[in-house]
Nanobody
Framework: QVQLVESGGGSVQTGGSLRLSCAASGYPYTVDYMGWFRQAPGKEREGVACDYMRYSRPDYANSVKGRFTISQDNAKNTVYLQMNNLRPEDTAIYYC????????????????WGQGTQVTVSS
């Protein structure tokens, strides 16, 4: 059974940093794509960052480019999201996703999702 376990959310002030982690367990092979999505209250879920796990080929939403960095440990099927210079508009529940089966990695469909971790940025 595949499980995604996220950690690292929390509350910070504007300009602060957080690092999210997501470990995929139960995979018999290296996951192809993993990504981070977020959903703020009253808004649709949006892709934040994603990467091809066999070799790094990251993609980012325009709103986080230059502030967020996705990295990976493909031997562990683990992906990280380093978030710097956080803004109040980054406040959301952040979800990890794995095993892309349709579409591009930022806006496509994934088989597996984590439970979500709250990120709150105060001004």
């Amino acid at each position: 059974q595949v499980q995604l376990v996220e950690s690292g959310g929390g509350s910070v002030q504007t300009g602060g940093s957080l690092r999210l982690s997501c470990a995929a367990s139960g995979y018999p092979y290296t996951v192809d794509y993993m990504g981070w999505f977020r959903q703020a209250p009253g808004k649709e879920r949006e892709g934040v960052a994603c990467d091809y796990m066999r070799y790094s080929r990251p993609d980012y939403a325009n709103s986080v480019k230059g502030r967020f960095t996705i990295s990976q440990d493909n031997a562990k099927n683990t992906v990280y999201l380093q978030m710097n210079n956080l803004r109040p508009e980054d406040t959301a529940i952040y979800y990890c996703a794995a095993d892309l089966y349709h579409g591009g990695c930022l806006g496509g469909k994934y088989h597996y999702w984590g439970q979500g971790t709250q990120v709150t940025v105060s001004s």
